[in-house]
């Protein structure tokens, strides 16, 4: 049987840095709404800006792991090479993980950030720069999420081009992988999100979970409008594709995503979302909100993307064997 060469090091890698890139693309989308000058949804933004760095970086520790020599990863920064997926997605997480540390940065509060410099020694190299820049930075909150959000996108993406890179596994070769993991990401970003929200104490905003239902509810949807071609196109393809697509069909990956992906990963709180947001589809009222459903289905959402993560990854690789 065939060792796969990824294992749950790039798995693991995959879905975090899909998940901050969809955590930020979201955070962003409720900065840049305005609402009297102000963003529309602040609570969320705040949240997701600071909660936005930290998948992505701990993604990108775990997969210098996967190099062998891990001590090396440094060479992945010192040339770039168009050509090579590897070398653009190590100088996009980079540019990515950068912009979220500087965003979440402009989010803290004065006395956050009075607090955090406070840990630091006064002859700390740029303290005192760092002080002065929040109030400009506050002001830049907007044009900051202008600028994270071809970045976000380009995460979310890449990590489905990765994939399809490699051209002997006839599973991964289609764009519509890309795609698949993209709404993936953003899905998993708006569910962490939710989860997020719900767990914070305090009154619930209406307005705010309105915003992230419809968003998931239409990003849920796209993913199901997604995997039906990903299914027919194999179906239509190459014999190769067809054998590939065989493993998730009645092969040895076909309970982890029918079963673990696809109906409650995607269904499940698909139906749970739509359930709350009855109220507003019949036009009877306000979105209904039951924080175990809510706390159900945004937790279903990122467990079915760590799980689609999964099965592209091993029966990605399976593919290109017998």
Same mark, same amino acid.
């Given at each position: 049987?065939?060792?796969?060469?990824?294992?749950?090091?790039?798995?693991?890698?995959?879905?975090?840095?899909?998940?901050?890139?969809?955590?930020?693309?979201?955070?962003?989308?409720?900065?840049?709404?305005?609402?009297?000058?102000?963003?529309?949804?602040?609570?969320?933004?705040?949240?997701?800006?600071?909660?936005?760095?930290?998948?992505?970086?701990?993604?990108?520790?775990?997969?210098?792991?996967?190099?062998?020599?891990?001590?090396?990863?440094?060479?992945?920064?010192?040339?770039?090479?168009?050509?090579?997926?590897?070398?653009?997605?190590?100088?996009?997480?980079?540019?990515?993980?950068?912009?979220?540390?500087?965003?979440?940065?402009?989010?803290?509060?004065?006395?956050?950030?009075?607090?955090?410099?406070?840990?630091?020694?006064?002859?700390?190299?740029?303290?005192?720069?760092?002080?002065?820049?929040?109030?400009?930075?506050?002001?830049?909150?907007?044009?900051?999420?202008? %600028?994270?959000? =071809? &970045? $976000?996108?380009?995460?979310?993406?890449?990590?489905? @081009? #990765? /994939? !399809?890179?490699?051209?002997?596994?006839?599973?991964?070769?289609?764009?519509?992988?890309?795609?698949?993991?993209?709404?993936?990401?953003?899905?998993?970003?708006?569910?962490?999100?939710?989860?997020?929200?719900?767990?914070?104490?305090?009154?619930?905003?209406?307005?705010?979970?309105?915003?992230?239902?419809?968003?998931?509810?239409?990003?849920?949807?796209?993913?199901?409008?997604?995997?039906?071609?990903?299914?027919?196109?194999?179906?239509?393809?190459?014999?190769?594709?067809?054998?590939?697509?065989?493993?998730?069909?009645?092969?040895?990956?076909?309970?982890?995503?029918?079963?673990?992906?696809?109906?409650?990963? %995607?269904?499940? =709180? &698909? $139906?749970?979302?739509?359930?709350?947001?009855?109220? @507003? #589809? /019949? !036009?009877?009222?306000?979105?209904?909100?039951?924080?175990?459903?809510?706390?159900?289905?945004?937790?279903?959402?990122?467990?079915?993307?760590?799980?689609?993560?999964?099965?592209?990854?091993?029966?990605?690789?399976?593919?290109?064997?017998?």
């Amino acid at each position: 049987m065939h060792e796969p060469v990824w294992e749950f090091l790039i798995v693991n890698y995959l879905f975090l840095g899909g998940l901050s890139a969809g955590i930020f693309f979201v955070s962003a989308l409720c900065t840049w709404l305005q609402t009297d000058g102000q963003a529309s949804y602040p609570r969320i933004a705040r949240t997701g800006a600071l909660l936005a760095p930290w998948p992505v970086a701990l993604g990108s520790f775990l997969l210098i792991f996967d190099l062998g020599k891990w001590w090396r990863f440094w060479k992945l920064f010192a040339t770039f090479r168009w050509e090579s997926p590897m070398s653009i997605g190590s100088w996009l997480l980079m540019l990515f993980t950068g912009l979220t540390l500087l965003n979440a940065y402009a989010w803290l509060s004065e006395a956050e950030r009075t607090r955090l410099f406070a840990k630091l020694p006064a002859t700390f190299p740029g303290r005192q720069r760092l002080l002065a820049l929040h109030p400009s930075l506050t002001a830049w909150r907007r044009n900051l999420a202008m %600028l994270g959000f =071809p &970045l $976000a996108v380009g995460v979310g993406i890449y990590t489905g @081009v #990765l /994939l !399809g890179a490699v051209q002997a596994r006839p599973f991964w070769n289609t764009n519509l992988v890309a795609q698949l993991f993209l709404f993936s990401a953003l899905s998993t970003g708006t569910a962490a999100l939710i989860l997020a929200r719900m767990l914070e104490k305090g009154d619930k905003d209406l307005a705010e979970f309105r915003f992230l239902y419809t968003l998931d509810i239409c990003l849920i949807a796209l993913e199901c409008f997604i995997v039906l071609p990903y299914l027919i196109h194999g179906q239509l393809s190459s014999l190769a594709v067809r054998e590939a697509l065989d493993l998730i069909l009645g092969g040895r990956y076909t309970f982890a995503f029918w079963g673990l992906f696809l109906v409650p990963g %995607l269904l499940a =709180p &698909l $139906a749970i979302e739509l359930w709350e947001f009855r109220p @507003v #589809l /019949l !036009g009877r009222g306000t979105l209904h909100i039951t924080r175990n459903l809510a706390l159900a289905a945004a937790g279903l959402v990122i467990f079915g993307g760590y799980v689609l993560r999964y099965v592209f990854v091993f029966a990605g690789q399976a593919s290109g064997f017998k």
